[in-house]
């Protein structure tokens, strides 16, 4: 019997991309330049908003999207604002939170999407409320209309952290656009892959002013408005701080290959979806594990199982069958907020409780996906598994 290996991640490279890479390298041009701005541009246009920023990975998008609702002429947010966020996502969703004083209110999940509750969310916004941020948990879109909705009826900003779910469409949307900002990573095992990188979108003019310089050490040089924040080119204007800011750029590297991949998203999709619709037919009906149910069009990042009550007991034994059999699982994103001894950095309150992500953080995991064919290795995990039932 021939070994099969079923990892968490494949490369979605070809020779465009290298290609692309040597271009880099010939024009002697590494730091943030042309390749930055053009992919940018692109990619604002594909998912038809206005502006992009690219950074150096998905963790500083968020960075620098929380930075600069700080720094905003009319109601920026201030320190003890509270912000309304799921309880499981990735910890760089919660961190820029904390580093800049924000009081996070913690909301349980839907036990069958992953995704933020709405109902408990449209119960848990209070006077206090600033902003809500949705996470759209491993290519499955949030109610994210819903969202936008109630945001814009009180008044408060809405951010969307779609890191893990780019290509992804609620109500014939693309997820990535429904936020006053919104974020993206380019992590190796993500939906495109540039090695590490990330990107905000927004259709504020201002906010991606203000992003472009904390992007950049806080400077004016890549503030395109310079007018309507008060600066006057002198004869150092290019090395003038205006904000706190950081070194968090892309290099004309990772630019270049996000460039090619860009290209080849749809088709990725395509396959992803694919092996999301096998998983669902083979594991729909089966009796150890709950699958994560499709709100909207699921860019597939990865096939979700939560073991049901009855099949806890199983667990470390299936577990072991997978490491046996060279299957690669993962906890489901970061798992549960609360989870994590980190917590205790934080000033955080929770709304009720958060049961089902504490019981999907310890019942629940994932299988990589990818965009290549994985019915074999679907059909070597089912053989494993088929077993207990």
């Known amino acids: 019997m021939r070994h099969i290996k079923y990892p968490l991640s494949y490369s979605s490279w070809g020779i465009e991309e290298i ?5 880099v390298i010939k024009s002697g041009q590494f730091t943030y330049s042309h390749q930055v701005k053009n992919f940018e541009n692109q990619y604002a246009k594909y998912f038809g908003m206005k502006y992009g920023i690219m950074t150096n990975s998905g963790s500083s998008a968020n960075l620098i999207a929380i930075a600069s ?8 947010l201030k320190r003890g604002d509270e912000v309304i966020v799921p309880a499981i996502s990735w910890a760089t969703t919660y961190s820029p939170l904390q580093q800049y004083g924000l009081k996070l209110k913690l909301v349980d999940v839907n036990p069958q999407t992953l995704n933020i509750d709405l109902s408990k969310l449209r119960k848990a916004v209070s006077k206090k409320t600033k902003m809500i941020i949705a996470v759209n948990i491993l290519g499955n879109p949030c109610n994210l209309s819903e969202i936008k909705n109630l945001c814009k009826k009180k008044k408060i900003y809405f951010m969307e952290d779609n890191c893990e779910s780019l290509g992804a469409k609620y109500k014939n949307k693309f997820t990535g656009t429904f ?14 892959s540039t090695i590490e990188g990330g990107m905000v979108t927004t259709n504020n003019p201002e906010l991606a002013d203000l992003m472009r310089s904390v992007r950049s050490h806080g400077w004016t040089r890549d503030i395109k408005n310079k007018n309507k924040f008060g600066i006057n080119k002198k004869n150092y204007e290019n090395y003038e701080f205006v904000f706190p800011g950081y070194n968090v750029r892309p290099n004309e590297i990772y630019a270049a290959i996000g460039i090619s991949q860009l290209k080849k998203l749809e088709n990725f999709i395509e396959i992803r979806r ?24 699921s860019s597939a990042f990865s096939l979700i199982f939560i073991f049901k009550k009855k099949y806890i007991h199983l667990k470390e034994k299936i577990f072991l069958d997978l490491k046996k059999n060279n299957i690669q699982y993962r906890l489901i994103t970061g798992g549960s907020f609360l989870k994590h ?6 000033n955080y309150s929770v709304y009720r409780n958060t049961n089902y992500a504490n019981y999907i953080h310890e019942n629940g995991f994932f299988l990589g996906n990818a965009p290549v064919d994985l019915l074999e290795q679907l059909v070597h995990f089912n053989k494993i598994i088929i077993k207990y039932y």
């Open 19 to 23: 290609n692309q890479i040597d271009k």
């Open 69 to 76: 609702l700080f720094f905003k002429k009319k109601n920026p």
């Open 179 to 192: 936020g006053d900002l919104n974020t993206m990573s380019f992590f190796y095992s993500h939906h495109i």
């Open 274 to 297: 694919k092996n999301f619709i096998l998983y669902q037919n083979i594991f729909r009906e089966n009796k150890i594990f709950d699958i994560q149910k499709e709100i909207g069009v």
């Open 341 to 346: 001894p980190v917590k205790k950095y934080f």
